[in-house]
């Protein structure tokens, strides 16, 4: 059917603070995008999938559907790979019978943080925990259906979108406890990469753009403990909470996590694809943002 050229882009996801921002990404580039909900098509089912996909005809398929509740995936790690790899599988065989490019996201997740220094597309993973093998999982079903779909590994995204998900993001789960007058408690030796949706979102667009396949990392650019970007973030609204440093052996989670997760860009720029902003700019912009919305502190 070969329609690469046609510009209808399809986002599964499309309600989350990432799909919102490809949305408006894809858009922007002339792109007639049509976005699905959970609620319009279940992506664990592969009849709706096909169906959906072939009723919009894309010559582009984003996946930004994803559960991503990493301790209750310990207790339903079925429901987990359901969403999350089953779900990818049919994503991938709906794109096949289209010919469209499947672009998905995957997460730093994949990797064990055991090398305590940013992850490159060469290293491999070692998933720990059950949403994290799911996350792999669905990797592998894209690239074993599909010649050459784009994964795209992420950070700790936060966007906002975030704002109306029910789930929210790392920020409003901050200001939130903010508002209450127990101290906060954080990580501090967890490093991640914190992701601004916006940016990821544009930057995921340059890639299309350039038909890149394969995987790619785009994470905020920044490897920073939890602790640490909690502390920005209070600092950057202008809010000074009793925030302590707390530890994984003092604060144990159902699922392991991995202890430095962050993930480099390098080879995303090496294919010219702009250097993520710094992260204090992505945190001031995101609040502006909560501003102009009337969200408050």
Same mark, same amino acid.
């Given at each position: 059917?070969?329609?690469?050229?046609?510009?209808?882009?399809?986002?599964?996801?499309?309600?989350?603070?990432?799909?919102?921002?490809?949305?408006?990404?894809?858009?922007?580039?002339?792109?007639?995008?049509?976005?699905?909900?959970?609620?319009?098509?279940?992506?664990?089912?592969?009849?709706?999938?096909?169906?959906?996909?072939?009723?919009?005809?894309?010559?582009?398929?984003?996946?930004?559907? =994803? #559960?991503?509740?990493?301790?209750? &995936?310990?207790?339903?790690?079925?429901?987990?790979? @359901?969403?999350?790899? +089953?779900? !990818? %599988?049919?994503?991938?065989?709906?794109?096949?019978?289209?010919?469209?490019?499947?672009?998905?996201?995957?997460?730093?997740?994949?990797?064990?943080?055991?090398?305590?220094?940013?992850?490159?597309?060469?290293?491999?993973?070692?998933?720990?925990? =059950? #949403?994290?093998?799911?996350?792999? &999982?669905?990797?592998?079903?894209?690239?074993?259906? @599909?010649?050459?779909? +784009?994964? !795209? %590994?992420?950070?700790?995204?936060?966007?906002?979108?975030?704002?109306?998900?029910?789930?929210?993001?790392?920020?409003?789960?901050?200001?939130?406890?903010?508002?209450?007058?127990?101290?906060?408690?954080?990580?501090?030796?967890?490093?991640?990469?914190?992701?601004?949706?916006?940016?990821? &979102?544009?930057?995921?667009?340059?890639?299309?753009?350039?038909?890149?396949?394969?995987?790619?990392?785009?994470?905020?650019?920044?490897?920073?403990?939890?602790?640490?970007?909690?502390?920005?973030?209070?600092?950057?609204?202008?809010?000074?909470?009793?925030?302590?440093?707390?530890?994984?052996?003092?604060?144990?989670?159902?699922?392991?996590?991995?202890?430095?997760?962050?993930?480099?860009?390098?080879?995303?720029?090496?294919?010219?694809?702009?250097?993520?902003?710094?992260?204090?700019?992505?945190?001031?912009?995101?609040?502006?943002?909560?501003?102009?919305?009337?969200?408050?502190?």
């Amino acid at each position: 059917m070969g329609h690469r050229d046609s510009k209808r882009a399809v986002v599964f996801g499309c309600a989350g603070q990432l799909g919102c921002e490809l949305t408006r990404a894809f858009t922007a580039r002339g792109f007639e995008v049509r976005g699905f909900e959970r609620a319009d098509v279940d992506i664990s089912d592969a009849d709706s999938v096909e169906a959906a996909v072939a009723g919009a005809d894309p010559s582009l398929v984003l996946n930004a559907a =994803a #559960y991503n509740m990493v301790d209750v &995936a310990e207790h339903e790690p079925e429901a987990a790979f @359901l969403a999350n790899a +089953l779900a !990818v %599988r049919n994503l991938a065989v709906a794109c096949r019978q289209v010919d469209a490019q499947l672009v998905h996201f995957s997460t730093d997740y994949v990797f064990d943080g055991a090398a305590g220094r940013p992850y490159t597309e060469n290293d491999d993973p070692h998933p720990l925990g =059950a #949403y994290a093998v799911s996350k792999y &999982a669905g990797e592998l079903y894209a690239r074993g259906y @599909l010649e050459s779909p +784009l994964i !795209v %590994r992420t950070s700790g995204v936060f966007g906002p979108g975030g704002l109306h998900t029910a789930r929210g993001n790392f920020i409003e789960l901050m200001l939130r406890l903010a508002r209450g007058n127990q101290p906060i408690r954080v990580v501090e030796d967890h490093v991640a990469s914190p992701t601004y949706a916006p940016a990821l &979102a544009e930057r995921v667009a340059q890639l299309v753009e350039r038909d890149a396949g394969g995987v790619f990392h785009l994470g905020g650019g920044m490897p920073i403990s939890w602790f640490e970007f909690a502390r920005m973030i209070f600092r950057l609204a202008g809010l000074e909470p009793q925030l302590r440093a707390t530890s994984d052996r003092e604060y144990r989670t159902v699922a392991r996590r991995p202890k430095y997760s962050a993930l480099s860009n390098a080879k995303a720029e090496s294919f010219g694809i702009a250097p993520m902003p710094p992260l204090e700019e992505a945190v001031a912009e995101y609040l502006n943002c909560r501003k102009e919305r009337g969200a408050v502190l």
